[in-house]
């Protein structure tokens, strides 16, 4: 064997490691693959000296390279004769044999009870002998040693799914008590909840790439809705002349205004959609490449590390905008220039303010706001003014009211019209911030008076972890980097209700309601432990105490 290799050696070229390749001998007697050596030299022009690679001898000029047809023939040969993997050396990027010496060849496979990687040689043993017969074979692998105890240096082929940790045979005194399986138990398990994990992702990521759709379809028709618009005031200012001229090209900026605010709404989703998709989709490709795992710790460890995506894959209403308001602007320029057909004084055409898209923006319609006393459950404690509410082990002695909410709830005590902002900092275990009617139901059941499970209430339910979005006993699930701080924007004439995820440097957009307010609104607040605070909101970020 060990001649074997060296005649291997003895025809290989010094500058490309591998066989010779249309072997040439230069005028010093040593050879190279014709293509090694024109490359060296090509390289040393400049200098019209031209040097062996090997001793460094120099030549001028140039030599002319011939053939060396005896040692290609003997090539040919060794080439015919070497075995296929005695010509395959590990690369960097390759698993090498831990058996060889010298010039190691790539492993073929790796063995699970050796711990170590074997070439085709060199793995025969684990063909032929018996008890090597029974080791488990797999593909290369540069993690082998993360197989081993670090503490006891031996194989580690159980697992604590008390502690969820793999271990080795002496690691078991350490958990005595605990559920121990094997390795390939626990990957069994497992795998076996493969199949249903890789459905939940791929339902998720129907739902999203369906909702995607839809909303590449909403700004395709704002953008037709917006042109439209356009048109039709163009046409409309042109018969006003010159002297109009001024106020189309502000309403037509009105309309650009309004287009670029929805637009950008249904843009912030539509990243916010393509971020889930991807996500999704590097899961499933994660559970994909997983599940071809033949290491069975290796397959734990990585399941173990991956991030659960275990949220509903229920869809929910998108709203982005109203496009009658490009149907408003027309109508009232149409109706100014039949106006200005029987008079000429000055008319102004007064439209909607565009919708707060900056928290700069919404500052401008920040709402101090109390919270009411006979409103509050018995479990609830209000402080700062009536600002702070803080969930209690035991009932407070409030006297009896009717208003008073037999859940943990509490209602404001101004009424909430036209454009309003607020804020709401929340630590607790769980939190529905909401706006409501005065006249929603105080005694029953939270199915019955909780914000959310009726008609006459709005909520979001905030979590450690995750958004939703409740009314009359559906819930939304709601995507967004969750915060301690929650902005509330109302728009009560337009019917607009929307919730953003607010930190020191960024608003995201969580949910947004379109509808038609029917009377006043209220804020509220429904919370599970811990403590909430409304903030008049400031450009500032006070920090709860």
């Known amino acids: 064997m060990a001649q074997k290799t060296l005649d291997q050696e003895a025809f290989s070229c010094s500058v490309c490691l591998d066989l010779l390749k249309d072997p040439v001998t230069i005028p010093c ?36 390279l011939v053939k060396n047809i005896m040692l290609a023939g003997l090539v040919e040969q060794m080439k015919k004769t070497a075995p296929p993997a005695a010509r395959c ?33 060199h793995l025969q043993p684990h063909h032929e002998a018996a008890a090597l017969k029974k080791h488990q074979l797999v593909e290369p692998s540069h993690m082998l040693q993360e197989n081993i105890c670090s503490e006891h240096h031996r194989l580690m082929e ?19 008590g605990h559920d121990i399986v094997s390795s390939a138990s626990e990957r069994a398990q497992r795998q076996a909840e493969l199949p249903a994990r890789r459905a939940l992702l791929l339902q998720n990521l129907q739902h999203k790439e369906t909702d995607l759709k839809r909303l590449q379809q909403e700004a395709q028709d704002i953008r037709r809705s917006a042109q439209t618009a356009v048109q039709r005031s163009g046409d409309s200012f042109t018969q006003m002349a010159l002297l109009l001229d001024k106020r189309r090209s502000e309403v037509e900026q009105q ?12 843009q912030e989703l539509q990243d916010q959609l393509q971020q889930d998709v991807r996500g999704l989709k590097r899961s499933l490709s994660e559970l994909d490449t997983l599940a071809l795992t033949q290491d069975h710790n290796q397959f734990i460890q990585v399941y173990t590390s991956l991030s659960p995506h275990t949220q509903s894959t229920e869809t929910h209403t998108i709203h982005t905008g109203d496009r009658s308001y490009f149907e408003e602007v027309t109508r009232a320029v149409s109706k100014l220039r039949d106006t200005l057909q029987l008079t000429l004084s000055p008319v102004q055409v007064l439209l909607a303010p565009a919708e707060p898209s900056s928290r700069d923006d919404f500052l401008q319609y920040s709402t101090e706001i109390t919270l009411d006393p006979n409103t509050v459950h018995t479990k609830l404690s209000l402080s700062d ?46 939190a529905r911030i909401a706006v409501s009617y005065r006249d929603i139901q105080r005694k029953g059941y939270s199915n019955e008076c909780g914000f959310g499970n009726n008609d006459k209430s709005w909520a979001l339910q905030c979590k450690s972890n995750s958004y939703s979005f409740w009314f009359n006993k559906v819930q939304s699930q709601v995507s967004g980097p969750v915060e301690s701080r929650i902005g509330v924007y109302l728009d009560h004439s337009a ?12 608003m995201s957009l969580l949910h947004r309601v379109q509808t038609k307010f029917t009377q006043p609104l209220y804020t509220g607040v429904w ?19």
């Open 29 to 64: 007697g040593h050879s190279y693959c014709r293509n090694c050596v024109q490359q060296h030299w090509d390289q040393e022009d400049d200098k019209q000296l031209y040097s062996c690679p090997e001793c460094r001898l120099s030549f001028s000029p140039r030599p002319v």
């Open 89 to 121: 050396y590990a690369g960097p990027q390759d698993v090498s044999c831990d058996v060889c010496t010298g010039r190691k060849l790539r492993a073929v496979q790796s063995c699970l009870q050796c711990v170590a990687s074997y070439c085709e040689r």
């Open 158 to 176: 159980l697992f604590c799914r008390s502690d969820q940790q793999l271990l080795c045979s002496l690691c078991v005194d350490q958990h005595k």
């Open 255 to 266: 309309i650009r205004s309004q287009e670029q605010t929805q637009l950008s709404r249904v």
């Open 385 to 430: 003014g009536n600002r702070r509410v803080t969930f209690m082990s035991e009932e407070q002695s409030y006297p009896d009211h009717p208003d008073r909410f037999s859940v943990c709830q509490v209602l404001s005590r101004e009424s909430l019209t036209g454009r309003c902002y607020w804020e709401v900092e929340w630590s607790v275990r769980w």
């Open 495 to 506: 019917g607009v209700l929307a919730f953003y995820s607010v930190s020191e440097r960024t």
């Open 527 to 545: 919370i599970g432990g811990g403590f909430l605070s409304l903030i008049g909101a400031t450009a500032h970020f006070p920090k709860l105490i």
